[in-house]
């Protein structure tokens, strides 16, 4: 079983190239999101996808994109990184947009940016 | 607003010792509280959930209770192993919405 499958696991970048982060889900679900985690932060919220075709900002939205390519998949894109944001990036998937669903998680790409 | 509060790690605890994390929320409806679980390099993981007041959720020999009177959500287990050391989240959910909130995280190391 598969789950939420986030590609690349590693990437660093120079600062201004652009690149996108893959995601993944097998499981039929509807909803699908992106966060990123830095050192005491928690998670934050980039952006998410309460179902196909549909989009919304988070609490970070500034300096990334996002296409919901199909149910299955929610990309993420950094169009010029900025050293701000070496982080780790994880990208999550939900049954429903009801509360008593938990998310489930991919293993995350651990982006740096010099 | 909703928003998680979780005591600031880390904690450091001998195997064999009985752990709790603290958690309490700020939620305008009736929320499920989760726990989740993140061993380093890996993703977060369900530990465990409850959805409506008063409920027990447990996992693995972890438990928390839902005290809608406290607005709390406590991680406990009896008795941690090596094998516990990692980072723990408390989360909500609320209602039809689609997002989850999360706390900032406790970092558990078990030392044999």
């Known amino acids: 079983n598969a789950g939420v499958t986030q590609t690349p696991k590693f990437q660093v970048l120079k600062t201004g190239q652009s690149m996108t982060l893959q995601c993944a889900q097998d499981?039929?679900?509807?909803?699908m999101y992106w966060y990123r985690q830095d050192p005491g932060m928690g998670l934050r919220l980039i952006y998410y996808s309460a179902s196909e075709g549909t989009t919304d900002k988070g609490e970070v939205p500034n300096g990334y994109n996002v296409s919901r390519l199909n149910k299955r998949e929610f990309s993420l894109r950094l169009e010029s990184a900025a050293p701000s944001q070496t982080s780790v990036y994880f990208c999550a998937s939900r049954e429903a947009g009801w509360g008593n669903q938990p998310q489930h998680f991919g293993d995350g790409t651990r982006l740096s940016i010099l | 607003g909703n928003s998680v509060t979780q005591m600031e790690g880390p904690v450091t605890l001998s195997e064999e010792a009985f752990l709790t994390i603290n958690c309490t929320y700020t939620?305008?409806?009736?929320?499920?509280l989760f726990w989740y679980v993140q061993y380093p390099g890996e993703g977060l993981q369900l530990l465990l959930k409850?959805?409506?007041?008063?409920d027990k959720g447990s996992n693995k020999g972890f438990e928390a209770t839902y005290r809608k009177e406290t607005t709390s959500f406590h991680l406990e287990k009896g008795s941690v192993q090596v094998s516990d050391s990692a980072v723990y989240f408390c989360?909500?959910?609320?209602?039809?919405?689609?997002?989850?909130?999360f706390g900032t995280g406790t970092s558990l190391t078990v030392i044999p």
């Open positions: 989360a909500l959910s609320e209602g039809t919405g689609n997002q989850f909130y």
């Open positions: 409850a959805t409506k007041a008063d």
């Open positions: 499981m039929n679900h509807n909803s």
């Open positions: 939620a305008t409806g009736y929320p499920s």
